[in-house]
C-alpha cells in the first residue's frame, strides 16, 4: 500500500485527508514542520501533503529542507494551503513542490491529483538511466554495476533482480513478487530468490546492507542505509527462510 505523509496542523484537515484517503493509502500525519522532516526520513513516503501556514516552521522552509536531503529531494510533495495569492504558489513550485492545491478541496480532486503525481514519479523512477549512492553505482543503460569505481560482473539475471529492488525502493516485497516480475512464468520454487539474493550480496560486499530481509515476509530495497553493512549474515537469512 502506497505512503502519504501529511504535514498539517489543522485537526479537521487531518481528519479529513485521513478519511477521504484511509482505504487506499496508509496516512501518516506529522503536527508540525520539524516532525514532518523527520517522518519523512523515516518513513520515505511516496507523497507529502504540506500545508504552509504550520507555525514556527512553515510550509515553505519544510519544502526547502526536504529538497535539500538527498533521502526525500524526490519524493512529490502537494502543496495544501488556503491562500490563493499568486506570490504563494510561485514560491512553491519554485522551492520544488510538484502541486498546489487550494483549501478547501474537494477530496475527489486531491484523489485525482495524487494519483497523478505518484504516476509521474513512479514513471520518473523506471527512467532512471543509473543509481548511486556513496561508491556503489548501477548503470541501468549500460547494464553494469560498480563498487568504489571498480565493476563487479553480475549476471543479466542477477542485475534485473537488482533493478528491480532499486525500482522499487522502501517496498517489502515477498519471494512470490519477485518471481512474478523478474523471472515472469516459472515453475521454479520462490526458494531461488533467496538464493539469488545471496548471491548479489556477496557481489555486493559492504554495501550488502542496501537489501534487507524482513521477516516472514521477504525482502526491501533500502536506498540509503544507517550503514552499509547492515543485513544479516547468511546464516541467519537460512533461518529467516525457514521461518518464513
Not at 69 to 90: N, V
Not at 158 to 185: M, T, Y
Amino acid at each position: 500500500m502506497e505512503k502519504i505523509l501529511v504535514i498539517e496542523d489543522n485537526k479537521d484537515y487531518q481528519f479529513l485527508i485521513q478519511t477521504s484517503l484511509g482505504k487506499d493509502y496508509r496516512v501518516v500525519v506529522a503536527d508540525n514542520g520539524n516532525i514532518g522532516v523527520e517522518l519523512a526520513k523515516e518513513h520515505r513516503p511516496d507523497l507529502i501533503l504540506l500545508d504552509i501556514s504550520l507555525g514556527e516552521v512553515d510550509g515553505f522552509e519544510v519544502c526547502h529542507r526536504l529538497r535539500a536531503q538527498k533521502e526525500t529531494e524526490k519524493i512529490p510533495i502537494i502543496f495544501l494551503s488556503s491562500r490563493s495569492d499568486t506570490s504563494a504558489k510561485k514560491m512553491g513550485f519554485d522551492l520544488g513542490a510538484d502541486d498546489y492545491v487550494q483549501k478547501p478541496f474537494e477530496a475527489e480532486e486531491l484523489i485525482a491529483r495524487i494519483k497523478t503525481r505518484i504516476k509521474q514519479s513512479k514513471v520518473n523512477r523506471e527512467n532512471l538511466a543509473a543509481f548511486e549512492y556513496k561508491g556503489l553505482k548501477v548503470d541501468f543503460v549500460g547494464h553494469r554495476v560498480f563498487l568504489s569505481d571498480k565493476e563487479v560482473g553480475f549476471s543479466a539475471l542477477e542485475f534485473k533482480l537488482l533493478s528491480f529492488f532499486i525500482r522499487h525502493p522502501d517496498r517489502v516485497l515477498a519471494r512470490d513478487k519477485i518471481l512474478n516480475s523478474v523471472w515472469g512464468e516459472t515453475f521454479v520454487s520462490d526458494r531461488v530468490v533467496d538464493s539469488h539474493i545471496r548471491t548479489i550480496r556477496k557481489k555486493l560486499g559492504s554495501f550488502k546492507g542496501h537489501i534487507e530481509s524482513i521477516y516472514g515476509e521477504g525482502y526491501r530495497f533500502n536506498p540509503s542505509p544507517l550503514s552499509q553493512d547492515n543485513s544479516i549474515d547468511d546464516d541467519d537469512e537460512d533461518e529467516n527462510k525457514t521461518a518464513a
